[in-house]
Every structure is written in C-alpha cells, then in structure tokens.
C-alpha cells in the first residue's frame, strides 16, 4: 500500500515544469510593470501640472467643502423677511409635510391651526411644538423674524396676518434733528 501512495504525490515532469513556469510568472509579471511604470515616469509620461488648467483642476479638487464667514460682531443685525426665514429654515418640513408638518400654500392643513390665533402661532413656532424644534432648529432668528415666518406661511394658507415691523432703530433717533439751544448768556440778558 505504500508504493500506490507515493505513486500518487509522485508528479510528472511535465506538471513539475508547468508549476515552476506559473510559480515564476507571477513575479515576473509585477516585476516589469513596476519596471514600466518607473521608467515611464522618467520618460516624461507623467501629468502636465504646470499648465493654467491642471493648477485651477487642482484648486478644483482641493478645495474646502464649506467656506465660513467671518462676521463683524460689531455689525449691525439686519433681520429677515418672513420668506427669507421660510426658505432658509422652515421650507425642508413645510413644503414636504414632513412629520405632519402643515404644508405651504395647503388651506386644508391649516384651517384648525389658523383659528388658534396668529399670537398662539407664533408662541409654537418659537417654544416649538410636537416634532418641529423650537424656532424651527436655528437659535439665531429673531422672535420678529419668527413671527414674520409665520405671517409668511399663515398667509400662504389664507389668513390674513399683518408681519410685524422691527422696533425702532436707536440709530434713527439718535440722527434725528434736534433744533439748537439758544445760547444760555442770550436768554439771561433782558432786552434795554
């Protein structure tokens, strides 16, 4: 019984020859095409990168996926307009009906709503209520700019909301005219 088991591990010349022949050719391969790629990098066959187009594709692909803004703290606030503060904020639930939000321009979705009161709306839209965050997720609106938002929307739906204006500027004031005082000698001296 031993000799028919060498008989079969013994190999033939023939899968010998084969087996070294695939055993070096895979090497051999990866060898020349590293060989290849280093000499085609010494020839001259790498990328143009000097040219106008390939730096501004580089500037292109490198650049940063949000750019931030510095603000002045010292600028003043300027506040936005209902439609500005529905785009920016509130269109991703209310132009969809997202999580039962009530959708822009749908009468149906807000005739119970609308008879709560503009005031009771707008109280909701700042605290906020059920799924919708309080200020519909940006901190940074104003109570005017939410209240504007939701004269905006209100409206769309058939109510009749007037927006509020903002408060009186100090600026405004300040830069009004004031008459000049009479010079304090002048009303003490009585008229001869």
């Known amino acids: 019984m031993a000799d028919s088991h060498a008989k079969m591990t013994q190999a033939t010349p023939q899968e010998v020859i084969i087996s070294v022949i695939a055993g070096l050719l895979a090497p051999l391969l990866a060898i020349f095409l590293i060989v290849m790629l280093v000499l085609g990098i010494q020839e001259g066959h790498q990328p143009d990168t000097t040219s106008e187009a390939a730096e501004k594709a580089t500037l292109k692909r490198i650049q940063p996926v949000a750019k931030l803004a510095a603000l002045d703290a010292n600028a003043p606030r300027v506040?936005?307009?209902?439609?500005?503060?529905?785009?920016?904020?509130?269109?991703?639930?209310?132009?969809?009906?997202?999580?039962?939000?009530?959708?822009?321009?749908?009468?149906?979705?807000?005739?119970?709503?609308?008879?709560?009161?503009?005031?009771?709306?707008?109280?909701?839209?700042?605290e906020g209520l059920r799924q919708m965050p309080a200020r519909g997720g940006d901190s940074d609106l104003s109570d005017i700019e939410m209240a504007r938002a939701v004269a905006y929307l209100a409206n769309s739906a058939g109510a009749n909301y007037k927006a509020p204006e903002p408060p009186a500027a100090p600026a405004a004031a300040a830069a009004a005219p004031v008459a000049p005082a009479a010079p304090a000698a002048a009303a003490a001296d009585p008229k001869p």
């Open 79 to 126: 506040e936005k307009s209902g439609q500005e503060v529905y785009v920016a904020v509130c269109a991703s639930c209310h132009d969809s009906g997202a999580l039962g939000a009530p959708k822009f321009d749908a009468r149906g979705d807000w005739a119970g709503r609308l008879g709560q009161g503009y005031d009771t709306l707008v109280k909701h839209a700042i």
